[in-house]
T-cell receptor
Framework: GAVVSQHPSRVICKSGTSVKIECRSL??????MFWYRQFPKQSLMLMAT?????????EQGVEKDKFLINHASLTLSTLTVTSAHPEDSSFYIC??????????FGPGTRLTVL | GNSVTQMEGPVTLSEEAFLTINCTYT??????LFWYVQYPGEGLQLLLK?????DKGSNKGFEATYRKETTSFHLEKGSVQVSDSAVYFC????????????FGTGTLLAVQP
C-alpha cells in the first residue's frame, strides 16, 4: 500500500514557540491531505482538509491562524502550530489521498508543549 | 450530525478466541462504513469497508456487515492471533463528503498467547 510519513515523530517545545510538522506521501501524488488531532482515549478529530495549491478548509472550531497548513506540492503538506500552549499538546495525524479514493495515514506526531 | 460509537476497550482475549467489537453510527442518508487498524508505532490502515446496506466487508479473517436497520457495523473474527493486537477504529464517510471520515474512539485489542 501507499506510504505516508510524518516528521518529527515526537516534539517537545516551550510555550509560545511555533512547531512545524511535515507530512509526505512517499510513493504517490496526493491531491488531498487531511490533518487530524487525537486526544487520549478519544477519536481522531478532523482539523482541516488541504488540496495542493489552494487554501486549506478548516473544520468548525479550528483556528486557522493558529494551525497553519501549507500544501505546496503533491507530496508534501505541513502543519504549523503557532504560539503553542500546553493545551495544544496532542497527537497529530495526517493522511493523504488521491481525489475520491482511500486515505493513507501517517504514523502521527506527538506534540508536548511545556 | 454524523457520529460513530464503538465499544470501549481494552478488550483482552486469549489466542483463538472469538472477537466482536461493536460499532453503531448516526448519519443522514447512506454513508460508507470502514474499519481501520493501528498497529503499535504505525499509521492507521484500512482493514475493510462496506459502501451500502447488507454489504459485507472482509479482510485477514475479519468481517463486518453493514446493517442499516440497526445502524451497525460490528467487527468480528472467528479466531484471533497475538499479531491482531492493535487499536481498531470504526469510521464513516457521508455521501458527497469527499473522503471526509468521522471516527469512533478506537478500541484497544490485546491478544494473549
Amino acid at each position: 500500500g501507499a506510504v505516508v510519513s510524518q516528521h518529527p515523530s515526537r516534539v517537545i517545545c516551550k510555550s509560545g514557540t511555533s512547531v512545524k510538522i511535515e507530512c509526505r506521501s512517499l510513493d504517490f501524488q496526493a491531491t488531498t491531505m487531511f490533518w487530524y488531532r487525537q486526544f487520549p482515549k478519544q477519536s481522531l478529530m478532523l482539523m482541516a482538509t488541504s488540496n495542493e495549491g489552494s487554501k486549506a478548509t478548516y473544520e468548525q472550531g479550528v483556528e486557522k491562524d493558529k494551525f497553519l497548513i501549507n500544501h505546496a506540492s503533491l507530496t508534501l503538506s505541513t502543519l504549523t502550530v503557532t504560539s503553542a500552549h500546553p493545551e495544544d499538546s496532542s497527537f497529530y495525524i495526517c493522511s493523504a489521498a488521491l481525489s475520491g479514493n482511500e486515505q493513507f495515514f501517517g504514523p502521527g506526531t506527538r506534540l508536548t508543549v511545556l | 450530525g454524523n457520529s460513530v460509537t464503538q465499544m470501549e476497550g481494552p478488550v483482552t482475549l486469549s489466542e483463538e478466541a472469538f472477537l466482536t467489537i461493536n460499532c453503531t453510527y448516526t448519519a443522514t442518508g447512506y454513508p460508507s462504513l470502514f474499519w481501520y487498524v493501528q498497529y503499535p508505532g504505525e499509521g492507521l490502515q484500512l482493514l475493510l469497508k462496506a459502501t451500502k446496506a447488507d454489504d459485507k466487508g472482509s479482510n485477514k479473517g475479519f468481517e463486518a456487515t453493514y446493517r442499516k436497520e440497526t445502524t451497525s457495523f460490528h467487527l468480528e473474527k472467528g479466531s484471533v492471533q497475538v499479531s491482531d493486537s492493535a487499536v481498531y477504529f470504526c469510521a464513516l464517510s457521508a455521501r458527497g463528503a469527499t473522503n471526509k471520515l468521522i471516527f469512533g474512539t478506537g478500541t484497544l485489542l490485546a491478544v494473549q498467547p
